[in-house]
């Protein structure tokens, strides 16, 4: 008897842990991609100050969920272009060891990445093959084809910040490697690449910015 409200009380606490998980992960993103409001909330003045926010979470199945959020001081389209350049991520974006557009039919496009992830005692290469598509400096989705996990599908969220020039970045992705990794190994890569990835896209959309603003 005891040993089934033990297992009742655990599948009780469990799911509450989920619950707040995503209730927490809905509340974030809804108040940075609402910018009608005039008063700043607490984690967009954060983004404003340079910061870089992750939230990552354990979904069913095994899947991790990731979100990142980050703060640019170049317009949607400058950023845009930053995303979509997937000939030379390989040169800025960092991990990715190759990177390229394999087709592009107009209102999708499908290209392919090679990176390096891991930490110190958990190194892999991944190769995967994405269609992307979406609306033009608003919002990017993308989904694999072939590749190495199981799951990898997500979206980039572009917000135009009028008072400050900018764009508020949003990235969010649900992955699960089709490789042996312990969910708490592909949660610290995640929360060690995601910021390195949105901060590299952050640097080479304000470095597009700089010679224009000089020219001014």
Known sequence: MRSTIRKVYRSILLLAVLLISLIYNLSLAQQIENVS?????????????????VVLSDLPDGVTGVE??????APPKTVWEVITDYDNHKHFVPNVLDSGLISDNGSEKVMFEKGRSGTLFFQKTVNIKMKVWG???KRLYFE?????FTV????WILVDYPKGAGT???????????????RFAVKNVQKKDCPSMMSAMKKQAESLVLPELKNE
């Open 144 to 148: 694999q084809i072939t590749g190495d």
């Open 152 to 155: 990898y599908h997500g979206e």
């Open 168 to 182: 508020f970045l949003s990235y969010k992705a649900e992955v699960k490697p089709s490789f042996f990794a312990p």
């Open 68 to 73: 990142g959020h980050i703060y640019i001081a």
């Open 135 to 137: 609306e033009a400096h």
């Open 37 to 53: 409001s005039d008063s700043l909330s607490t984690e967009r003045e954060k983004l404003l100050k340079g910061e870089v926010l």
